[in-house]
């Protein structure tokens, strides 16, 4: 085949049309056949496709699927409805709702009962078992930014020293109500976290192996009241399907799972994208305008306070401007361009931090390379404008070739220095609240904007005074 014929067959050729699983999905609900019938189709389907179509639903269909499916089944589908699910639990009565929860993870059930209101919560908690409501209350009882907040119950545990035979009957028992089971984790005689076996080595061990051989003592762990903060890197770090969670005597309470460490990840991510916009929290789309406001207000408030200095330092320059009238209508783009700098440094000098490893010397180099970062894009930029303000102003504000230059030559050197002084700020800054053990999301996008205004509007209008009013004595 030519090169000519290759391009064309990767320019024509199409992917595959996939299968439209809502619309089959939708089919079948509504289709009016018998319950077993209906119930054997939607086994062929996952529950996250299901739960992809319960709100096109109507409430009589739904109610009609709890009864075909079943606790466990539903049970399955409420885990991917996200916040939603509290509210399809509305739509059963109390011991049923309560059965669903009873037969989920206790992670997921907890998601669900802190979206409802603590009355029904209570109740609801007061139907199920012995052994749920233990569970729920164990996750219940660590703070939202504790990993034990975000593990699961739901894990295999065999005791040091049994035979192959008697380890597997353990697995295969346990199994029936647990199925995180790649990982079988292994207690000592005092109950206290040993190691950890690997599914497949246990599968195919010998009946006369020693269980000792098969564990791997040095397993990775985290204890239930480290906050999310310091173990999330850890945790990434392992390619483990899950990892135990230990109390201070190194009893295993539950373990982080890989979907639990993708959501925690997923979480801290979205906490960074809101502080760096300024917020103390993520907000969502149905949330109370008070709630809201109260999210917000606060770096407003600072901001205002910041953004008033700002204004008072532009009134010091209040003569520079009187006698260089032009200059005004600059002030934005080195404002602009400060704060883009500033922020592009920040964003990078955050996603640096995250590795607690760094070292001091590692930090100097951040804090340098993204000077020299600075002064490069500042240099060029700042020679475009000196020309293109350049002529601007020699041809449409009919200034003369000298004016014209000696200003945008300003305009240009003000836009170099302002942006290296912001790159070096939109570094400092996140170091400064790492260092004080401060999470440096924090530093956030609006205040190194705000900050860089700061120094844009003192270098830009200092500049001026200096070399333009001071210097070549100009006014205009």
Request: proline share 2%; aromatic share 8%; with cysteine.
């Amino acid at each position: 085949m030519s090169e000519a014929e290759n391009r064309n067959y990767s320019v024509e050729t199409d992917f595959p049309e996939k299968r439209d699983y809502e619309k089959e999905l939708i089919c079948i609900i509504k289709s009016g056949e018998p319950p077993h019938i209906i119930r054997e189709k939607l086994q062929d389907y996952h529950e996250n496709d299901i739960a992809s179509v319960w709100e096109e639903l109507t409430k009589e269909e739904r109610i009609k699927l709890y009864q075909i499916l079943g606790n466990d089944t539903v049970s399955e589908i409420f885990t991917y409805l996200g916040d939603e699910a509290s509210i399809y639990l509305e739509e059963l009565g109390l011991e049923n709702a309560a059965d669903i929860l009873e037969s989920m993870d206790a992670d997921d059930a907890v998601d669900i009962l802190d979206e409802m209101e603590d009355e029904k919560s209570d109740r609801l908690m007061q139907l199920m078992d012995e052994e749920s409501r233990h569970d729920i209350g164990l996750i219940q009882s660590y703070e939202d930014d504790e990993i034990g907040s975000k593990m699961t119950t739901n894990f295999i545990v065999i005791k040091n020293g049994l035979a192959i035979p008697e380890a597997m009957k353990e697995l295969v028992t346990q199994a029936a109500d647990n199925d995180n089971i790649s990982t079988i984790y292994v207690v000592d005689g005092a109950e206290s976290f040993y190691g950890a076996i690997d599914l497949k080595d246990l599968i195919i061990a010998r009946r006369y192996t020693a269980l000792e051989d098969l564990i791997t003592t040095s397993y990775p762990y985290v204890y239930a009241k480290e906050t999310i903060d310091e173990c999330i890197e850890d945790l990434k770090d392992y390619s483990e399907d899950s990892i135990p969670v230990l109390d201070n005597d190194k009893k295993i309470l539950g373990v982080i799972t890989a979907q639990d460490i993708v959501e925690v990840v997923d979480e801290e991510m979205g906490e960074d994208y809101a502080r760096l916009a300024g917020l103390t929290a993520e907000e969502d789309l149905n949330e109370p305008l008070l709630e809201s406001m109260k999210k917000r207000i606060p770096w407003l408030a600072v901001l205002l306070a910041l953004g008033l200095i700002v204004s008072s330092v532009v009134g010091i320059f209040e003569q520079v401007v009187s006698q260089l009238t032009l200059v005004i209508c600059f002030q934005s783009l080195i404002l602009d361009m400060a704060g883009n700098a500033g922020t592009q440094s920040l964003a990078v000098t955050i996603r640096v931090l995250m590795d607690e490893n760094l070292t001091g010397t590692q930090k100097l180099r951040l804090m340098f390379k993204e000077m020299r970062v600075g002064a490069v894009n500042g240099l060029m930029l700042g020679t475009l404008s000196l020309l293109f303000i350049g002529f601007y102003i020699a041809l449409f504000k009919g200034r003369t070739l000298g004016f014209a230059f000696a200003v945008s030559g300003c305009i240009g050197f003000s836009l170099m220095v302002a942006m290296i002084i912001s790159s070096f700020t939109g570094t400092v800054i996140p170091m400064f609240f790492h260092k004080i053990k401060i999470d440096p999301a924090v530093a956030s996008g609006p205040l190194i904007t705000t900050v860089n205004d700061l120094v844009a509007v003192v270098t830009y209008y200092g500049l001026t005074w200096l070399l333009l009013i001071n210097v070549m004595h100009m006014t205009g």
